[in-house]
């Protein structure tokens, strides 16, 4: 947390608009030379519900939503309709402005409607203003909406306000406004931009507040990027052509934008009854010939178990996505976690062989989403991309050149009818798909159609034509074949490491997580080094096969290792034990499961506790320590 960056939090209710706002403003930021951050928190509701959205914006590069904010917008719930004091939820009209009040740091700005909210609801809230010393703007944006035009546009008001008491030039926001609006509804939302900005200018002294926007600058073209955004354009870009799903929070944000944009190169799209269908017809598509993937989150990826079974006994490639969420079953839809690590590693029958990445920025989920598909289609197996709620719905500015990696439509290690004249085949003209011996545990494959290309694709063991075959010495050389592959990607890996590493290399103490918390516990290092504390962290992205050579060394480097990840049971840190079944003693874990990604000062607070002092937990926070154990 720094003095320079300005953290706004805009809240109402689900379908007030807040998502699509706080994105545009979020842009308009970036393009006036800021790092940008932004923050998504939403009820599983259509309509109604507090939600907000957060933006830390700074001259430098942001990596995580930081501790608290100090600037917030509060629109109210225009779909709350039960005000009174015993409702089963609380009352809801008020909860955009009195449930983000603890978060608001020391001289922070609240702007709130007053044409939907009433502060004087909130017990304490004159005494707790003056103690913070907030500077409170009751400002009637509703109304002020209504006389130029429609009431939803008390959103753009809301900015005109945040403009005027920030010191931010509204050409940023007339820019996008701009080009995004046709011009029947930019003019009205133009003229109240105008009118809030200068009426605060008019009514009230906008410097009496310290919350500025930094100035900043980029030295080349910036993006507004969200994990699932990464995810998308990262499976467009290494070819993929069709995508089979079915709606499931988070998931349907990638399934959406790769719904939207598939047509666009000649692709398809297909929303079926259920995630088995999904799974069935990308499989499908794949052994037809097409660069294919599907995906869920945890409930639908249960239903895919059967499909994936397929894909690996056939040896078909395909690539799945993995959007993790609460669980067990429903759990909170719309709150992050990671406890689907063990569920994705470990669904399926038998030896099953995947690959599994877990992406932990947005740039590693275009990369890794990229790399998915590469390994799938070269080995012919199933690659998994794992990630959640958190990475998903984050949007971050970046260098758009990090995405401007060349197209790759090759369908891998596929034969052409010419290579398949003089590729093995049976009595019968069956080509041998399976053959027992060959490099890297890889048989080339064919395409239905092609010319000396026919053979038989089962979920039973089989001989090298695909016939069923429950014959000791082939299934001993057909599972043998299979693991050969996971030896030769994981050699392959090795060449190209997911794994990030960050802070002196020379540390006393070590930070690991995998997935959504890495520029989490990054900013943690940063701020324990600053407090004289010697750490760094190693963040994994490998999850099958795993990188044990880099892990053990990263390990061996430290006194001791903090593990931090989302899950209740400690998943992360059992798999790098089961992996390397040493240095139990020097593994500890830092664990939270409340529905909320870890913030630095958590992670600082639990690492002093727990590791420097030696007390165990933080009291203040919602986390769990879990000391070091045996191996």
């Not at 953290?7 to 379908?15: D, E, L, Q, V």
């Not at 913030?599 to 420097?612: C, L, Q, T």
Request: charged share 25%; aromatic share 8%.
């Amino acid at each position: 947390m720094t003095d320079n960056e300005f953290i706004w939090r805009i809240a109402g209710g689900s379908g007030d608009g807040i998502a699509s706002t706080s994105q545009n403003f979020a842009k308009a930021l970036m393009r006036s030379g800021l790092d940008v951050f932004t923050h998504r928190h939403y009820p599983s509701r259509i309509r109604g519900g507090h939600t907000y959205t957060e933006i830390r914006a700074a001259a430098e590069p942001v990596k995580s939503r930081g501790d608290g904010y100090n600037f917030l917008l509060a629109l109210g719930d225009s779909f709350a309709r039960n005000p009174q004091e015993d409702a089963y939820y609380g009352n809801e009209e008020i909860k955009p402005l009195s449930e983000n009040l603890d978060e608001l740091r020391e001289g922070g700005v609240i702007v709130y409607d007053s044409g939907l909210l009433d502060a004087s609801e909130i017990d304490d809230f004159d005494a707790r203003a003056e103690e913070n010393n907030w500077h409170v703007y009751d400002i009637d944006l509703r109304n002020m909406a209504r006389d130029v035009g429609r009431e939803v546009m008390r959103n753009t008001a809301g900015v005109g306000v945040t403009c005027a008491l920030a010191g931010i030039d509204l050409h940023w926001i007339e820019d996008l406004m701009s080009e995004a609006m046709p011009e029947k509804i930019l003019d009205p939302n133009l003229e109240i931009l105008h009118q809030a900005h200068d009426m605060m200018h008019e009514e009230y002294d906008v410097n009496a507040n310290d919350v500025t926007v930094p100035e900043g600058s980029h030295d080349e073209e910036q993006v507004l990027m969200s994990g699932s955004d990464a995810i998308a354009y990262g499976s467009l870009d290494e070819g993929c052509r069709f995508i089979a799903g079915y709606p499931m929070t988070p998931w349907t944000e990638v399934f959406t934008i790769m719904s939207q944009n598939l047509p666009k190169v000649g692709g398809i799209s297909e929303q079926v009854e259920d995630e088995i269908a999904a799974a069935a017809l990308a499989v499908g598509a794949s052994h037809a010939g097409a660069k294919a993937m599907s995906g869920s989150s945890g409930g639908g990826f249960a239903l895919m178990s059967e499909p994936l079974g397929l894909a690996e006994m056939t040896e078909t490639p395909v690539v799945l996505i993995e959007a993790m969420r609460a669980g067990p079953s429903t759990g909170m839809p719309t709150k992050p976690e990671q406890a689907d690590l063990e569920h994705v590693l470990y669904t399926s029958q038998g030896d099953s062989h995947r690959i599994v990445f877990a992406p932990g920025t947005v740039e590693e989920a275009y990369t890794q989403t990229r790399k998915a598909f590469q390994i799938a289609y070269e080995y012919q197996i199933p690659s998994i991309v794992l990630y959640d709620q958190k990475l998903g719905g984050e949007m971050v500015s970046l260098p758009a050149s990090h995405f401007e990696e060349a197209p790759n439509p090759s369908l891998g290690s596929t034969l052409t009818e010419a290579e398949l004249e003089e590729a093995p085949h049976d009595e019968s003209g069956k080509f041998s798909r399976f053959q027992h011996d060959v490099e890297d545990g890889v048989s080339p494959r064919s395409i239905p159609g092609q010319k000396g290309g026919r053979y038989l694709a089962t979920g039973n063991e089989h001989q090298p034509e695909g016939h069923i075959s429950e014959s000791p010495e082939n299934r001993v050389n057909q599972v043998n074949r299979r693991l050969d592959k996971m030896d030769a990607i994981h050699e392959e890996l090795k060449g190209e490491s997911h794994q990030t590493y960050y802070g002196p290399e020379e540390a006393t103490y070590g930070l690991m997580t995998f997935g959504s918390q890495q520029g989490t516990v990054e900013e943690a290092v940063d701020r324990l080094n600053d407090a004289g504390v010697s750490v760094k962290s190693f963040g994994v992205s490998d999850m099958h096969p795993f990188p044990t050579e880099e892990v053990s060394r990263f390990i061996e480097s430290v006194d001791e290792a903090l593990v931090v990840e989302m899950t209740a049971s400690g998943q992360f840190r059992g798999l790098i034990q089961k992996n390397l079944g040493r240095y139990g003693e020097k593994l500890s874990s830092l664990l939270k499961y409340n529905g909320n990604p870890f913030e630095p000062n958590e992670i600082v607070d639990g690492f002093e506790a727990a590791i420097i002092e030696g007390d165990g937990d933080a009291p203040e926070h919602q986390t769990t320590f879990v000391p070091a154990a045996g191996d």
